[in-house]
């Protein structure tokens, strides 16, 4: 295994042991430049003012609201809805990270779009042999309904999240490498913007001390994106939220963001197709929507189309999209290029499309049906992580360091049998960051999701959401299963 | 605005204020079981508050007897009883919810901290603790949510369904106090022509809508039944009286008319005017009891009238 990279301190590796004794050990002469400021006032913090600090903080959260539904619980006030678990250490990423960063995920969402387009039209890149034609035609995730069918700019997906990780070299360096991307109904912008706003309330001072780009114009970003995608002709579009209601863990985000773009927050039920167009019921009777914001997923979206005993969605939605009467963001059918079997074609695609070379890396993949791909994975087997490319949830998954001799052997015949169902990469080991936990200050797993808006142009804020693993040495950043989240600091020069 | 907005602020309205009128009249009820009281009386008045909210028969499937203990439980925290003030303001609370987004911050939060903190008293057992500071808070949490939302939201059409809600739910309640309240003493005073007890009836039935001080101030006069009824259904200034909560209800229904609304807005404006031209001698000789009937079965055709014209889709919207 390697030595984890540390966001904040570049010895950690050596003194891991000393650091979980308390935030005394959290500055000192491995901190790395950008988080130097923070360290120091780290240092001179009592533990007892940051467990109030963080008391007050999950007051508010519930007092707000901010929280994620659970199901079945007996209500009890605090029973069937949860607050994602906010850790009060920020994660800094220096200003030239940024810029690159950025630059990467322009690129990469950019080239992606196109191979949506390209994938529903012309289908240039299967023709050219760099894509598997049978990957794409054979997809569960591929939507024919939408061949042919022209989106405002030709762009798909309007709001992506690209999930990121840090994996630390031998050398001590870390680089960043895109683990996902998340091109249907990405979530978790709003705890990117209420643990900023968390952040200030709690910690005034630090925002004085360090020059931290803002990030609270998102909403702003997302309601021109949106407008720039209306149906062509539309002068002063009306755009809606589109939310499978207030029982759906992410209800909070679809409020929170109708709110602050100021556009009705709408359920399926409100809305109906007439003489090819989309309405929403109003007081006033029916008013035409123009751009839709959906937070569901394509198969609930028409009965007509697609599952029919959806309640959540529209009937006729499909019809009045195709004929270009209303715009859905995302698109139809963008799934198709997140999916895995997809994600180790990427890098060519942005050569493919944009003919430049890739800034941001995928995690090094071998894709099995490549004949000399799966020779260095069945010679590898006990060092990779292989996995199905259509699986999810780590089902059908083989983590070879931690598999046993038969358990190797049992996979290597599956493998062989049908190698074009897996995928290999090595394991990672992703970076850590300093976390309050309850024995003190702990070096715990993260990742970082920006989200990249693409309309008449590609726009994002600085940074992202960050994800934690709340953990010792877990992995799993997801906020189903103990994950929690951080504040994300972008340093401007 | 949404339809679907329209009626969850409607009812989020209606069920905050129908909270704060079950801590009202809980209240005035717990009160008055502090005097001495013979034991008939005293059942008599919790099984007047259960029959106030037609829960007659649900409370005799739980309740083996009517006493203070079990009506305050059940009209508190009983999670089967629908009226009951825990489920009030979870509806409340859950409408509210829904709708977040077409609340200012400051009047969701309120309404989110309310219904936390409700939980928690209730789990710390302040219902037993201390039932009148309990009704005190529901009572204060409601003006606070009505303060807030006056104080911050923009006067728009999401602001004047809200007041129709509270209104309509204000003037229902009112109705059903006093229906009962002088139906139980129409049965009772030949029993017992006691003055000073008449008083103390009068005086809690004032204090529970806050009219007990008002009472004296429009009168300057010892306390009569049939100017408690004219206070509480005749008179314009007085908050909680049937007269003003059609008139604010009135007003707001015009604030948000639609092609669809003529006939409800007519009905209202009807109900106005007789409660602004009547006189109490005259609705006493026709019978009080008729007369709230006639109110009620009105406001509940208003109910039914706004959620056809604003709440719910016409059907013609749907091909």
């Known amino acids: 295994m390697q030595t984890p990279f540390d966001e904040m301190n570049a010895l950690a590796a050596q003194s891991q042991s000393q650091v979980q004794g308390g935030s005394r050990q959290a500055s000192g002469p491995g901190v790395r430049a950008h988080y130097e400021a923070y360290a120091r006032w780290l240092a001179e913090q009592p533990e007892s003012l940051m467990r109030e600090r963080r008391e007050q903080a999950e007051l508010i959260f519930r007092r707000v609201g901010i929280t994620f539904a659970v199901y079945g619980d007996k209500d009890s006030g605090e029973g069937t809805e949860r607050l994602i678990p906010f850790d009060l250490i920020p994660r800094v990423i220096p200003a030239a990270e940024w810029t690159s960063m950025q630059a990467g995920l322009a690129q990469r969402v950019t080239a992606l779009n196109r191979f949506i387009h390209d994938v529903y039209h012309g289908q240039e890149i299967l023709k050219a042999g760099i894509v598997p034609a049978d990957e794409i035609l054979n997809n569960a995730q591929f939507r024919p309904e939408m061949m042919g069918v022209d989106v405002p700019g030709g762009v798909y997906s309007h709001i992506a999240g690209v999930d990121i990780v840090r994996a630390g070299h031998a050398d001590g360096s870390g680089q960043y490498y895109v683990l996902e991307d998340n091109l249907r109904v990405p979530s978790g912008v709003s705890y990117m913007l209420e643990n900023r706003k968390m952040m200030m309330r709690l910690f005034p001072e630090l925002f004085v001390q360090h020059r931290i780009a803002p990030v609270a114009h998102y909403p702003d970003l997302l309601l021109d994106t949106l407008r720039s995608v209306a149906p062509p002709g539309v002068s002063d579009p009306t755009v809606v939220v589109l939310t499978p209601g207030m029982y759906n863990s992410a209800y909070f985000e679809h409020a929170f963001l109708a709110q602050q773009m100021g556009v009705e927050l709408v359920e399926g039920q409100d809305l109906f197709v007439d003489g090819g167009f989309v309405y929403m019921r109003t007081t006033r009777g029916p008013r035409r929507v123009d751009v839709i914001y959906r937070r569901l997923d394509d198969d609930f979206l028409d009965p007509k189309v697609f599952r029919a005993d959806s309640q959540l969605g529209c009937a006729g939605l499909v019809d009045a999209y195709k004929a270009g009467k209303v715009t859905l963001s995302n698109a139809i059918g963008t799934g198709i290029a997140d999916d895995k079997s997809i994600y180790p074609y990427v890098p060519k695609m942005i050569e493919f499309y944009l003919g430049e070379k890739p800034i941001l890396q995928n995690v090094p993949t071998y894709v099995c049906r490549d004949k000399d791909d799966l020779a260095y994975t069945l010679a590898h087997l006990s060092e990779l992580v292989v996995k199905e490319v259509h699986g999810a949830g780590g089902y059908g998954m083989l983590v070879g360091p931690a598999a046993t001799k038969a358990e190797v052997e049992a996979f290597r015949a599956q493998l062989i049998a049908n190698p074009s169902n897996y995928i290999a990469q090595p394991t990672l080991s992703l970076s850590t960051c300093p976390t309050f936990v309850e024995s003190g200050i702990a070096p715990r797993h993260i990742d970082l999701r920006p989200f990249v808006l693409s309309g008449d142009t590609v726009r994002m804020v600085p940074g992202g959401l960050t994800r934690v693993a709340l953990k010792a040495g877990s992995l799993v950043v997801n906020s189903s299963q103990g994950g929690g989240t951080k504040d994300t600091w972008v340093l401007e020069d | 605005m949404l339809s679907r907005t329209a009626d969850h602020l409607f009812w989020f309205s209606r069920y905050i204020e129908r909270a704060e009128n079950t801590a009202r009249m809980l209240d005035i009820a717990y009160q008055t079981s502090l005097q001495p009281q013979s034991a008939e009386a005293s059942e008599q008045s919790w099984r007047s508050l259960v029959s106030i909210s037609e829960l007659n028969s649900l409370y005799g499937t739980k309740y083996p007897a009517i006493n203070g203990r079990s009506v305050m439980a059940f009209m508190v925290a009983d999670e089967a009883n629908a009226s009951s003030i825990y489920n009030c303001l979870r509806a409340a609370r859950e409408n509210a919810r829904a709708v977040r987004g077409s609340l200012t911050t400051e009047v969701w939060e309120t309404m989110n901290q309310t ?205």
């Open chain 2, 115 to 319: 219904w936390l903190e409700f939980c928690k008293l209730l789990r710390e057992g302040a219902l037993t603790r201390d039932p009148s500071a309990l009704f005190e808070w529901v009572k204060y949490r409601s003006h606070l949510s009505r303060g807030v939302t006056v104080g911050t939201m923009l006067q728009d059409e999401a602001f004047h369904f809200l007041r129709i809600g509270s209104f309509l739910e204000r003037a229902d309640n009112t109705a059903r106090l006093l229906d009962v309240k002088f139906y139980r003493h129409e049965g009772d005073t030949s029993t017992d022509p006691d003055a000073a007890r008449d008083f103390y009836y009068w005086s809690a039935v004032l204090r529970s809508v806050s009219g007990f001080e008002i009472y004296r101030k429009v009168y300057s006069n010892v306390i009569q039944p049939d100017k408690v009824a004219e206070l509480l259904i005749l008179r314009p200034d007085m908050p909680r009286s049937l007269s003003h909560c059609v008139t604010r209800m009135l007003a707001n229904l015009r604030r948000v008319a639609n092609p669809q609304s003529g006939e409800t807005l007519r009905r209202v404006g009807r109900l106005e005017a007789e409660l602004a031209f009547g006189r109490i001698d005259e609705i006493l000789a026709t019978g009080l009891h008729p007369f709230l009937d006639g109110f009620l079965a009105e406001v509940g055709d208003l109910g039914a009238g706004i959620s056809r014209d604003f709440l719910v889709p016409s059907t013609s919207d749907t091909p």
